[in-house]
Each structure stands twice: as C-alpha cells, then as structure tokens.
C-alpha cells in the first residue's frame, strides 16, 4: 500500500464520517496498521493511503489504537515544542507547537466507544493525525517563512530523487 505524499489533493480534503463497520472497513483498516508498521510510522490517517475517511491508527510507545471517526475533545492550554516529522511529507521535518496534552474520543472496530488521554508523544501524535482528517498537515503550523524553506527543501529532495 503506498503512502500518498504531498502535494497530493487527497491530504488536503476534510475527510468523511465513517457509518456502519463492515468487512471492507476492517480490511482497510488493517492495510493501514501495515502501512504504519511497514513505514515505521507512529499513526497513520487513511487519506495518507488515498481514503478520504475519518480513522486514524496510533503506535506510540507500546499503545496501539485504531480509531473509528476520532473527535479531539480537549487539549491542554500547556504547549510543547518537538521535532515532528509526516509520513505525507518523507525526508523534512521541523519544530512544531502542539498541546502538551490531548484527550481523543472514537469508536473502536468491535463498536465501542474509547477515550485516550495522552502526553507527550502520544499527544502529539493524536493531535497530528486528526489534523490529517481536517486536511492539514504539519508543515501548516509553522510560520510562514519557514514553511517556505521546508517547502523548498521538499521541492529540492524530491526534484534529486527524479
Ligand atoms: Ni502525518
């Protein structure tokens, strides 16, 4: 499964409510926790494999989550600075602000419903990849100008790697 890579449109749309969990919806879901392993990735949104719907699947530090249409409920006013990386943006990473703490909500693929609480890189990591079904990606929480230089490296890398 390959992971799609900015400036693909797909990681820029707002991603749809999933409904009923059938057997498709497992398998997807299953593609996307290999993806993440495959990619060593800590989360993975399904618009980062070209699906434009609300799940996101979480790795970080020994906890694994995959959550059916995640609501970020609460942030802490606290914020954190951390070296942050995309696996929709390979080879560029940057400092970035987030809330040192995040609480998510969703529903799990046995239909219950779950609340995480996390710190740290797991907050971090909830709050990045929800920010995926919204359609934004990490580099736009940086200033502009250094959003450029990122941009540019990006540009640079990429246009090397042709
Ligand atoms: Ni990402």
């Given at each position: 499964m390959e992971i799609c890579t900015y400036p693909d449109p797909v990681l820029r749309r707002k991603a749809e409510p999933v409904g009923k969990v059938d057997e498709g919806l497992r398998k997807l879901c299953e593609r996307m926790v290999e993806t993440m392993i495959r990619a060593d990735g800590v989360g993975l949104a399904a618009p980062q494999i070209g699906v434009s719907k609300r799940i996101i699947v979480l790795d970080v530090d020994g906890e694994f989550h995959i959550l059916i249409?995640?609501?970020?409920?609460s942030t802490s006013p606290e914020t954190e600075e951390f070296t942050e990386g995309c696996l929709s943006v390979p080879g560029v990473s940057a400092t970035v602000k987030r809330s040192a703490e995040a609480t998510v909500e969703g529903t799990t693929l046995d239909g219950s419903k779950v609340r995480i609480t996390g710190k740290g890189l797991l907050a971090r990591a909830i709050q990045h990849e929800i920010d995926h079904l919204e359609?934004?990606?990490?580099?736009?929480?940086?200033s502009p100008a250094r959003r450029e230089s990122i941009r540019k490296e990006y540009e640079r890398n990429r246009r090397e790697k042709k």
């Amino acid at each position: 499964m390959e992971i799609c890579t900015y400036p693909d449109p797909v990681l820029r749309r707002k991603a749809e409510p999933v409904g009923k969990v059938d057997e498709g919806l497992r398998k997807l879901c299953e593609r996307m926790v290999e993806t993440m392993i495959r990619a060593d990735g800590v989360g993975l949104a399904a618009p980062q494999i070209g699906v434009s719907k609300r799940i996101i699947v979480l790795d970080v530090d020994g906890e694994f989550h995959i959550l059916i249409n995640p609501e970020l409920v609460s942030t802490s006013p606290e914020t954190e600075e951390f070296t942050e990386g995309c696996l929709s943006v390979p080879g560029v990473s940057a400092t970035v602000k987030r809330s040192a703490e995040a609480t998510v909500e969703g529903t799990t693929l046995d239909g219950s419903k779950v609340r995480i609480t996390g710190k740290g890189l797991l907050a971090r990591a909830i709050q990045h990849e929800i920010d995926h079904l919204e359609g934004r990606l990490f580099i736009d929480r940086l200033s502009p100008a250094r959003r450029e230089s990122i941009r540019k490296e990006y540009e640079r890398n990429r246009r090397e790697k042709k």
